[in-house]
């Protein structure tokens, strides 16, 4: 295993040909992300600048172990920027609740600028997740962005769009609908954290993989979900 970490020049160049490949996905959402980004030189320089300011932290690290810590941790910050343009293109909010919505996050700011904004950063985050996974995949060899990550994504969606449901819940029927949601968010919260906690924690060496778990534990140890890799 290469114990030097990796350059900036390095993980600039292994991202951006990530993102050119995109082009080419079977993934339509991977295809459009990377046309905005790749179709505009004006959105290509703002995604450059962008990912060159999230891989500063990547790269400044002498080993690969933390590096590889620091890459995580960028990909947690990326889950969660893309979160909110995520919720409005799943959900479809009506226009007064999306207003709501983006109000609680820009305050007071315009709200078509604010939506232009957020999906400038949501088609900018996306790109820069797909770099990070190759990067973790093919340069850092570190499965804690393949499996683990996914499902803390999915754990931290349901976390993420019980909250915004909660705030946007207006009518009597939709408070009701929402009741369980909001005695669950401490225990989605918790579930998100402990997630977290157990990905950073994980195994920096391929030879240490055996058997890598992330759990929910309730007060009576109950597991929620678990998941299983083996290397």
Not at 12 to 19: C, D, P
Not at 91 to 113: I, M, T
Not at 186 to 194: A, G, Q, S
Not at 209 to 218: G, H, K, L, P, S
């Amino acid at each position: 295993m290469i114990l030097r970490a990796y350059k900036h020049a390095r993980l600039m160049q292994e991202s951006e040909s990530r993102v050119e490949r995109a082009a080419s996905s079977d993934s339509p959402l991977d295809v459009l992300v990377s046309a905005r980004i790749l179709e505009r030189p004006a959105e290509f320089i703002r995604w450059e600048a962008h990912h060159d300011r999230l891989m500063r932290p990547v790269s400044a690290p002498a080993r690969l172990t933390e590096q590889m810590v620091a890459l995580r941790t960028t990909a947690f910050t990326l889950v969660h920027r893309k979160a909110l343009f995520e919720y409005l293109r799943d959900k479809h909010p009506a226009p007064a609740k999306r207003r709501k919505l983006l109000a609680v996050f820009y305050g007071c700011a315009d709200y078509a600028n604010a939506l232009l904004v957020e999906h400038g950063n949501f088609v900018r985050c996306s790109s820069s997740y797909l770099a990070t996974q190759h990067l973790a995949e093919h340069l850092m060899q570190d499965p804690a962005l393949d499996a683990p990550l996914k499902l803390y994504e999915e754990w931290y969606a349901e976390y993420f769009h019980a909250f915004c449901d909660t705030v946007l819940a207006e009518t009597e029927e939709e408070q009701q609908a929402c009741l369980a949601q909001e005695s669950l968010k401490p225990l989605l919260k918790h579930r998100v954290t402990e997630a977290r906690r157990s990905i950073l924690s994980m195994p920096l060496s391929a030879r240490e993989w055996r058997e890598v778990r992330i759990r929910q534990a309730t007060g009576d140890t109950q597991k929620l979900h678990a998941l299983v890799l083996r290397h």
